[in-house]
């Protein structure tokens, strides 16, 4: 079997640029790849065959248990901002806060937000971009189930008046994330693993996330 011809179509499936690349890809050392290269012509034994797919699928095997999750912030503090008409989990005025908003924006996988005690209230994924579905869920209405007791205070320009002159009924009061999320967590997945992980967590922590929907585990 000619040699080159092999190399490039390994490199064109496994989307691979370089010896390096296709190296780490097939599980062969970068010097292997090159003795291959030059020999242009290699017999393929069957030992040879079986050496090669065993070694490709340890590698699979390894990349999907090591290279699934990883992390991009935790805990990390949210300060509301309103550039516009939406609200936004931070101020990406620093150099820091910016690099965290550009990660975001160009990262797919989970994200959780947590209450002030640190307690997990909301977990959600994207499939697109981090930072585009966590503002959106940030500002999402939760309707229903999501609702605190208040009083209902005027926002208009008038004189006040204090609780033994006025009272206020409490009324039960939807609210959103930007209310009540105080801290948020957030990974890059492998495409392959998002929606399965998202429903892991809703499914784990049930009964204290404050999501509506519970995502399906897909078996298949």
């Known amino acids: 079997m000619e040699v080159k011809p092999l190399l490039d179509e390994l490199r064109k499936r496994l989307d691979t640029d370089s010896l390096d690349d296709l190296a780490d890809a097939l599980g062969v050392s970068v010097s292997t790849l090159r003795k291959w290269d030059k020999q242009n012509f290699l017999p393929l034994t069957p030992t040879l065959f079986a050496k090669a797919i065993v070694k490709s699928r340890d590698v699979a095997i390894k990349n999907s248990q090591l290279e699934t999750i990883w992390p991009i912030v935790e805990f990390f503090k ?6 516009s008409t939406s609200w936004q989990i931070i101020k990406t005025g620093s150099k820091y806060l910016k ?3 550009e990660s975001l924006k160009k990262s797919k996988g989970i994200y959780i937000f947590y209450d002030s005690l640190g307690r997990a209230i909301y977990v959600g994924k994207s499939n697109k971009s981090l930072w585009r579905e966590m503002n959106l869920a940030f500002n999402r209405p939760r309707d229903d189930w999501q609702t605190i007791k208040l ?5 208009r320009n008038q ?3 204090p609780g033994h002159h006025k009272f206020r009924q409490l009324k039960t009061t939807p609210v959103r994330l930007y209310d009540i999320a105080c801290y948020f967590s957030a990974y890059d997945i492998d495409p392959g693993m998002i929606d399965n992980l998202e429903a892991f967590l809703i499914h784990g922590f049930a ?3 404050l999501n509506a929907k519970s995502e399906k585990i897909s078996l298949c």
Do not use: C, I, Q
Request: no cysteine; hydrophobic share 25%.
């Open 207 to 209: 009964n204290d996330l």
């Open 99 to 101: 690099g965290l908003e």
């Open 151 to 155: 009083s209902n205070h005027p926002n």
């Open 159 to 161: 004189e006040f008046r």
């Open 78 to 83: 949210v300060d509301a901002n309103k550039p």
